[in-house]
């Protein structure tokens, strides 16, 4: 079957591999993970021996080296699984935590986090929203001050995905502070002292991602996990922004795909008004105009992805698609929830769970109000 004008053979190959693991090593057991706020450590190192880690990575560090597109595949396959919780997980790991270090890291830090990173042994996870600054990145008050041959972090992050379980946290910090975009990051092991996780946060959804605030008091960070250029690191959080709404909106367009595909099983064989519920002409063409925006988003998806590939800046297609395809998996699961009647709404029903976890997805990564003014802003003529 022909996706889509951007697929390849490779990364078919992909697709297939992560369908096969998510049915074989995740939907047998996402429940209990549900329950237990976590995923095991145990299947994330079982995705770093099968390479699902290192798709972005480069190949002279042990990476398979692949784009953008790589990443839509991968992301909107994972989103399938049901389990947006599990997804976020991975794709933290994958693609909003891990590309910081293999674009920015010095070669020491290739060598001393990269091959822990890519096999699955080091967990990663993205620090820059603080109590007071969300998608405002500039607005964050965590400073980092010099202390002899290395720093002292001090403030609070919020809303921190793999910050419980995690081990290599990626921490944005004000470095000048008369510079409002004074900010540099820095590789921050789990376990420094000063460095502690505040509280576990208790969500709405995503139930099987760990998610924190984390605490710095006097958190002491040598010279050497400085990462990339000092004070550049504001733009750097900018640049991977773009990765990050991209593999987003592929969770939203897999999810909705997937809620899509069981509705239709459950309309087609629920019976009433002495037929099947697809037999009612509101609840088919509903579903059928919802498969249409499905189509329609993914299309914007991979042509954004394939700008982001040719190095073209895709910002106002990325956020365009990132404030649509988030938008519309919450729309679609809703028709779904609906379509399923009184056990949708039932916490046993796969579709009450979906329906719950899309919520996050128009507010994580940058909320639809900022992504409509990023592409508001580039349509001035």
Partial sequence: MLRNVHMTEELEAIRQQVERFVAQEVVPHG??????????REVLRRMGQLGFFSLRAPQEWGGLGLGPIASCVFAEELGRSTFAGFEVT??????????????????????RFLPGVLSGEIVTAIAVTEPDAGSD????????????????????????????????????????????YGISTFLVEKGREGF?????LEKHGWLSSDTAELSFRGCYVPEENLLGVEHRGF???????????????????????????????????????GGTLYDREAIRQRLA?????????????????WLME?????????????????????RV???????????????ESTIERMARDARVLPIGGGATEVMLEEVAKRSIV
């Avoid at 202390?147 to 809303?159: A, H, M, P, Q, S």
């Fill in 289 to 305: 105009m919802d498969q249409a925006q499905v189509d329609a988003a993914r299309a914007g998806l991979y042509h954004a992805a």
């Fill in 235 to 273: 733009y750097e959080i900018m640049k991977n922004f773009q990765n990050e709404r991209m593999v987003l909106s592929a969770m939203a367009v897999g999810a909705a795909q997937k809620g899509i595909e069981l509705t239709l099983a459950w309309t087609q064989g629920r019976r009433a008004f």
């Fill in 137 to 180: 990145v500039a607005g964050m008050r965590t400073t980092a001050v010099r202390d002899g041959r290395g720093w002292r972090l001090d403030g609070t992050k919020l809303f921190i995905t793999n910050a419980v379980h995690g081990d290599l946290v990626i921490v944005a910090a004000r470095t000048r502070p008369e510079d409002r």
């Fill in 333 to 347: 699961l809703y028709d779904c929830l609906q379509f399923h009647g009184g056990l949708g709404y039932m916490r």
């Fill in 90 to 111: 991975v794709l933290v790991h994958t693609d909003m935590a891990s590309p910081h270090l293999w674009r920015s890291g010095s070669p020491e830090q290739l060598r």
């Fill in 31 to 40: 429940e209990a993970w549900e329950r237990e706020g976590r995923v095991p």
């Fill in 310 to 330: 040719a190095g073209v800046d895709a910002t106002k297609a990325v956020s365009g698609v990132k404030a649509f395809a988030c938008e519309l998996a919450n």
């Fill in 196 to 200: 502690s996780v505040s509280r576990k």
